[in-house]
């Protein structure tokens, strides 16, 4: 399920006439997705190198619902969140994917190996965006 609570009610009622998503009362801008974890291997399609790159890809309503509430943007546009697999809470921030229309989540170790993730399993993170 996807969720929303923009601050501004045109926000909210664009969100909801056009993406489909609802603001909640809360007042938190929060929405939850799922996908599978991936590995990037830049150029190359042999195996990961060991300190490889791990990334949870944020698409669809849930980018678009982001785009449209998240604050000016910080370096390469990324966007700040706190973002929840399972048990596990850290701040970060989502990059934009120009060839996905979305952003990518990247997975530090820690937050792997917390929640026992490893690459091609689907993971549901909550995300949070960080306070304007």
């Given at each position: 399920m996807t969720s929303a609570t923009?601050?501004?009610?045109?926000?909210?009622?664009?969100?909801?006439?056009?993406?489909?998503?609802d603001a909640p009362?809360?007042?938190a801008r929060e929405w939850t997705t799922r996908g599978p974890v991936w590995i990037w291997r830049g150029n190359g399609n042999g195996p990961p190198p060991k300190a490889a790159w791990y990334f949870l890809t944020i698409a669809g309503e849930v980018a678009q619902a982001i785009r449209a509430s998240s604050a000016p943007k910080a370096g390469f546009g990324s966007v700040r969140v706190t973002?929840?697999?399972?048990?596990?809470?850290w701040q970060t921030s989502l990059f934009p994917?120009?060839?996905?229309?979305?952003?990518?989540?990247?997975l530090k170790a820690s937050v792997?190996?917390?929640?026992a993730l490893e690459a091609d399993m689907e993971a549901e993170v909550s995300l949070i965006l960080a306070g304007r």
């Open positions: 923009p601050t501004d009610p045109e926000l909210a009622r664009f969100l909801s006439d056009e993406l489909g998503v009362a809360s007042g973002a929840t697999i399972g048990a596990t809470s994917a120009k060839e996905l229309g979305g952003y990518l989540l990247p792997r190996k917390a929640e």
